[in-house]
Each structure stands twice: as C-alpha cells, then as structure tokens.
C-alpha cells in the first residue's frame, strides 16, 4: 500500500513528537487519501486512526472549505503553503469545531511530490472568548462584528494576562469603560476588585483625597482614615477615565505613582504599594495635548504601553443592526415588552445617522422608543423629535435639480450688488462688465432694486431703466 | 419521488451546509437536474429543496440548525453519508444505505441516532 511509505515508525522520535503535539497532523496521497494521523487529529476529529487509513481526506475532516478552498488542493496546485485557513469541521459527535488549518506539499528524499500535510488548530476555545465577548453578558455586553473591533477582540485576551498598563483611545460613549471591564474580566486577577475613577469629573484636591485616599487628621473634618481608590483596587484593577483631563499637578502624582508603584496617602507618612493594575482612557488626543505641553511627555510614555482604539460608531456603522438586535433584547427584559424589530424606515435613518455620541446615543434613542412604542414595531414617530429633525435634513439630502444658468447669474448680481450697497457704476466695475450691460441684465433677470440705492442722494429716485 | 444528493465531483459533498450543488433525481422518470446552492444560508437551501419538492435528503456532515429547517421543511435527511454519488443512490434505491460503508468515517452513532448533534447550538 502507497500509504505505508510515509508512515513514521513508532521508534522514530519524530513519531513521539508527532503525537505529543496539540495541533491535528494528517498526511495525504495524491489522491486525497489519508496516510498518516496523530493523535491530535484523532481527539479533534473524533474518529480513531485505525478508521482513517486510506479514507478521503474531506470525508474524514469535513471542513466548511474542502469543497470550494481546499487548502491541501491549493498547496499542491501552486506549491507554496497555505497558513491558517480559517474554517470549521464537523466531529463525529455532529460538533462544528472551528479551526485554522495548514497545508504544505509533502516530498520524498528525491524531491517527488508524494502528497501534502495539513495541520489544523482547534479554535474552540478563542471562538469561545470572542463569543463570550460578542454576546457579551459577562462582559458587560461589548457587541460588534466589525473587523477593527473583532482585531481587537482578538488582542483583548494576551492584553488581560499581561499586566501592562492599557491606554484606550475612543470617543466619547464608543465603550471605553466595557473594554476596561472586559479586560479586567478576563485577566487572572477578575475575582478582585474593579475600580473606576472618572478623572474628569473631580477638581484636583478631591481626586487626590479619592485616589490616594487620607489618615485622621489630615485635614480639618478627617475625622478617620479614607482609604483611596487605588487602596481599594488592590490587586485588582483602576479604571482611570479621562485621564486627558487631569491637571499637571496631578499628573505628577500619577507618574509617581505608575513609575514607583507607590503612593502616599494625604496626611501619611509612609508610602503604599499600589498593587492594582492601571488601565486608562480618554476622548482627547494625547498626542496633541503632549505637543500643547498640557499633558507630560514622561507620563505619556508610561500610559502609553498597550494602546487600544475603539472606532466610533459612525465608522463601523455594520454594528448598528447587531446592537439595536440586543438592545431590543435587552430593552425587552427591561420593560416587560415584546418589540420584535424596527421598521425599515427606522433602520434607514440609523444607518444614516452619523451618532456623534455613539452607541450611548444609539441606546438613549432606542430606551426613547420603547417607552413610547405600544406595538410590536418600534416606528419614526417613537423616535425623539430632536432626532429626526437632525436627520431628516440628511433624508433630505437627495439631490435637487439643478439650477438654471439665470438663478445662478441672478444669485450672483445680487450679492455682488449687496456687496456694494447696490451702487450699480462700482457693481459693474466689479464684474467687469459696462454699466449698461448690468442694467440690462438687471431687467432681464427681474431683479428688483430697492428704494435707496448706493449713490450717496438719498432723495434720488431709482432710475428704472 | 424526488430526491436530492449534495453532490462535489461525483462524490457526496463533505458538509451540505457549504456544498455549492445538489443533484435532483426523479426516481419515478430518471431525470436529473442540478441546483446550484452556492452562497445560499441553511433557511433559503431548505426552502429551494421544498419548492424543488424534495422528499430525501442525502448528505454528508450537516449543522442541527440545517437538519432542524430541513426536517420542519418536510424533507427527510440522511446525513453523515460518503462515496460515490451513484452507488448511494443505488443503495437509497435498494435501502440498503444504512451500510456501514456509506457512512462517513467514525459517525456511526450520528447515522443511528441524527439527532443527536442537535445538543449544539440549539
């Protein structure tokens, strides 16, 4: 049998590696027909070794692209390998198993293509993650399929193991504060304690007192120890949003604190480790803050580890269907309703809209809505007034017909007439054109003149040619 | 009676809710005509077989969602079948399908028992 000549003895030590890897290996003839399986491949599959031998490849693995992209077919067409296909296959318990698969072509000691090699990645569990985060209820319900989120989608889970600290860039209402909780969901340190602190929202004498927390007697009517926020999210993970926002003064204190890893309560005397992991966010450009000398280089540095971006709305408008499904979900549970969908006007004038409060703006308008709404469908006028008056401009968009050479040379007399307090001798200089080509011009085109025209004789009477 | 096989290369194609063909075969007239199932989602494939009038349903691996509309469509699926187009429609013919050498490698259980991938995703 052909197939016997690619298989590896079981003494070989490359037999023992075969089998101890955790990515599926199977070899093929040039027919298509399996010649060697590790063990791997067999745990996948779920179909024992001893069932495989001489059998089709696409009957065995049953992947989603065997018959239309087969990467083993490509790799033997064009010899180069194919890297990490994405696809599923089925097992043999009827489970779709998301996987990335491999091929190269397979050569013997004289350089003969005797067939290929196809390695497949179970994807299972990242799938799983990126499911989790795109349906999102443990992670506080962070919804899109739009590529750059699904980029970061993939990132988010090294990002949570690392303990670096995280910059998130993003408009305002995009979702920071989610990110900043996914992240923290899926690190090791989730079971301890999330704190956010907004930054923006608190003078600087407060949020030093907030953060760094006081002892008795620091100042008058601190009667007691206050512990601060980073004290509270020992071990676990601050939040600091807006940290655009924050004063020099206390972007020192901030350096101190992410650089040492210290800081000194109000009135203390000695310094606290600060073991919380930082993550930090703002609407603002940093870059241009920096260069404005507002924000400390040094400490932009320091946040600047893992910067992510999260798109605004308007830029992955794909998403709007997805989130209006979950939040008519969400809203449903809410307010005991049964709304199915929006209409098709609705989802029209959505998509139209460019949120420049995102998907916050996105929910605010659809809770509108479902407050109002009494039916199954939720319709315009559930809408916000304010909303539709916004958009409708945009409706209303669609283009005019165009206007005819004398609308736009009448336009033009009139403005340039207005320019000069309808003084037709410096009108007609203007445009280059003689006195009494704008005269008639003037009765042509029907415009009319008002009373007082620009020659300084008010009582002078205008001269209707 | 009509029936419809996945079909890739005179083969039974692996996954039926990728397969870009099936083949209709009359049995009571021999005809046969192809319908191209290219792009189309599990819902649209069960309701091109239902309007093409499709009793049977031979076909390789397949989704419980793409069984479950199949089944609610009126079709009966045989699922997790390999080989040779002609010689399964011949063993449909004879009944002898439920040969083991017909089902595709290792999923014998899914063949005895269809609904049991149905657990998923459900």
């Avoid at chain 1, 795109?134 to 399929?145: A, N, W």
């Avoid at chain 1, 029907?446 to 009477?461: C, K, V, W």
């Avoid at chain 2, 009038?53 to 031979?58: K, N």
Wanted: with cysteine; hydrophobic share 40%.
């Amino acid at each position: 049998m052909q197939s016997a000549q690619f298989r590896i003895p079981a003494s070989d030590p490359l037999a023992t590696i075969l089998e101890s890897i955790t990515e599926g290996v199977m070899t093929v003839d040039l027919d298509d027909k399996i010649t060697t399986f590790n063990r791997a491949a067999e745990k996948m599959t779920g179909v024992p070794r001893h069932n495989v031998f001489g059998q089709r490849c696409s009957d065995v693995l049953r992947s989603s692209i065997c018959e239309a992209n087969c990467p083993l077919r490509e790799t033997l067409e064009t010899g180069e390998p194919v890297i990490a296909r994405r696809a599923y296959i089925f097992n043999a318990a009827g489970h779709r198993i998301p996987v990335s698969i491999s091929a190269s072509t397979l050569r013997d000691a004289d350089g003969k293509l005797i067939g290929g090699v196809e390695t497949f990645r179970d994807l299972s569990v990242v799938e799983e993650l990126r499911k989790t985060i795109t349906v999102g209820y443990s992670f506080e319900d962070i919804i899109s399929k739009s590529l750059s989120m699904r980029k970061l989608f993939d990132i988010l889970p090294a990002i949570a193991r690392s303990n670096a600290v995280v910059m998130i860039e993003g408009e305002s209402g995009v979702g920071k504060e989610l990110l900043a909780r996914a992240i923290h969901n899926l690190g090791p340190n989730k079971d301890k304690p999330l704190v956010s602190v907004n930054c923006g929202a608190l003078p600087d004498s407060l949020l030093e007192s907030e953060l760094f927390g006081y002892k008795a007697g620091a100042f008058t009517d601190a009667r007691k120890d206050k512990p601060g926020r980073f004290a509270v999210a020992a071990g676990g993970t601050i939040f600091l949003d807006e940290i655009g926002d924050v004063s020099m003064a206390m972007q020192v204190r901030l350096l101190r604190v992410l650089q040492e890893k210290v800081y000194t309560p109000l009135g203390a005397v000695h310094e606290e480790p600060m073991t919380a992991r930082v993550i930090v966010a703002t609407h603002r450009d940093l870059e241009a803050l920096v260069e404005q000398e507002k924000f400390r280089l040094d400490l932009y540095f320091r946040i600047n580890v893992m910067r992510l971006t999260v798109p605004p709305l308007r830029d992955r408008r794909e998403d709007i269907p997805l989130l209006l499904d979950h939040l008519i979900q969400k809203y449903n549970r809410l307010y005991g309703k049964r709304i199915a969908t929006v209409s098709a006007d609705v989802l029209t004038l959505l998509m139209h809209h460019d949120f420049p409060g995102n998907v916050r703006e996105l929910e605010n308008l659809i809770e509108h809505a479902f407050i109002l709404c009494t039916g199954l469908v939720i319709n315009t006028e559930h809408l916000p007034l304010r909303f539709i008056e916004q958009v409708a401009p945009d409706q209303a968009a669609i283009p005019q017909p165009p206007e005819s050479f004398e609308d736009v040379e009448r336009k033009h007399l009139i403005s340039t007439l207005e320019k000069y307090k309808w003084h037709r001798d410096r009108t007609a200089r203007a445009l280059g054109i003689h006195k009494a080509t704008l005269f008639r011009k003037i009765k042509k085109l029907g415009i009319e003149l008002p009373e007082q025209d620009g020659r300084s004789n008010p009582a002078a009477t205008v001269a209707k040619p | 009676m009509r029936i419809a096989i996945s079909e890739w290369n005179e083969m039974i194609s692996p996954v039926f809710d990728e397969t870009g063909t099936v083949r209709l075969v009359n049995l009571d007239t021999g005809e046969i005509q192809r319908l191209p199932l290219s792009g189309l989602a599990a819902g649209a494939r069960a309701e091109v077989l239902r309007t093409a009038g499709v009793s049977d349903l031979l076909c390789g691996a397949i989704s419980p969602f793409a069984l479950k509309v199949l089944t609610m469509s009126g079709i009966r699926v045989h699922a997790w079948l390999h080989g040779p187009i002609d010689r399964a429609l011949q063993a449909f013919t004879h009944g002898d399908l439920d040969d083991p050498r017909f089902t595709m490698p290792g999923c014998q259980a899914l063949r005895d028992n269809p609904e049991q991938g149905m657990v998923e995703e459900t």
